[in-house]
């Protein structure tokens, strides 16, 4: 059952993009026109040329930023910089949002391959800052980007984690794979049908879905204490 799964878990380790918040709200287009414009910008190729560079280095490094730290020795914080000097207007406080996290027990930890500058300002739009115990960032990883495995060891040992008391929420299947081998347990957060079930655990549409499950399991659990 479910409910005994959750009911020993301790720390709860979200991502940000298109987890948090619905991935139509348009964040991360943003960020991903603005990438493109950083290299184009950058290394004086067209926003064609710059668009499979980005790509590219997305793809086979985890992040287009690890790519061209790799391969120009860039950087990142002028990268970082640049990229996330977006509109944040479109989001908005969600009350059902704050209830559920709120209602988690234990520690509520963001997990993100952005830095935590843009990260608190995401979590202030939202009004859920004050539940988040800390932001593991970019930074806090030496710039290793999820899913390598090097990011995720050194998150665990930052805040002296067991993985088995670990619930992991990601959009991107890839970024659980980790998580999952080690032994805590996943979900993933997706709109699309055609997904990989590989290291997942829990699937939902959306976050407060998934929250409003986990939680009602969890009240499960105690009233038959």
Not at 15 to 42: A, E, R, V, W
Not at 58 to 86: C, R
Not at 204 to 217: P, Q, R
Request: include cysteine; aromatic fraction near 14%.
């Amino acid at each position: 059952m479910a409910h005994k799964i959750f009911s020993k878990k301790t720390t709860w380790l979200f991502d940000l993009d298109n987890t948090l918040y619905p991935s139509n709200i348009g964040i991360f287009s943003q960020i991903d026109l603005k990438m493109k414009q950083f290299i184009s910008n950058k290394f004086k190729v067209s926003e064609k040329e710059a668009f499979i560079i980005q790509k590219r280095f997305y793809k086979k490094y985890g992040t287009t930023l690890y790519g061209l730290m790799k391969n120009f020795d860039l950087d990142p914080e002028e990268f970082l910089s640049f990229v996330h000097n977006i509109n944040f207007n479109k989001l908005k406080k969600s009350y059902l949002l704050q209830k559920k996290i709120k209602a988690l027990p234990g520690k509520k930890i963001l997990y993100t391959n952005g830095d935590s500058d843009y990260a608190k300002k995401i979590l202030e739009s939202l009004g859920i800052e004050k539940y988040f115990y800390d932001i593991f960032d970019i930074r806090r990883a030496n710039y290793i980007p999820k899913p390598m495995k090097t990011s995720f060891n050194a998150l665990l040992k930052t805040f002296n984690l067991e993985t088995s008391e670990i619930v992991y929420f990601d959009d991107l299947n890839k970024n659980l794979k980790t998580a999952s081998l080690k032994g805590a347990t996943t979900v993933h957060i997706t709109q699309d049908d055609n997904y990989n079930n590989s290291y997942v655990d829990f699937r939902f549409k959306t976050i407060i879905i998934a929250l409003d499950m986990i939680i009602k399991s969890l009240n499960e659990d105690k009233y038959k204490c």
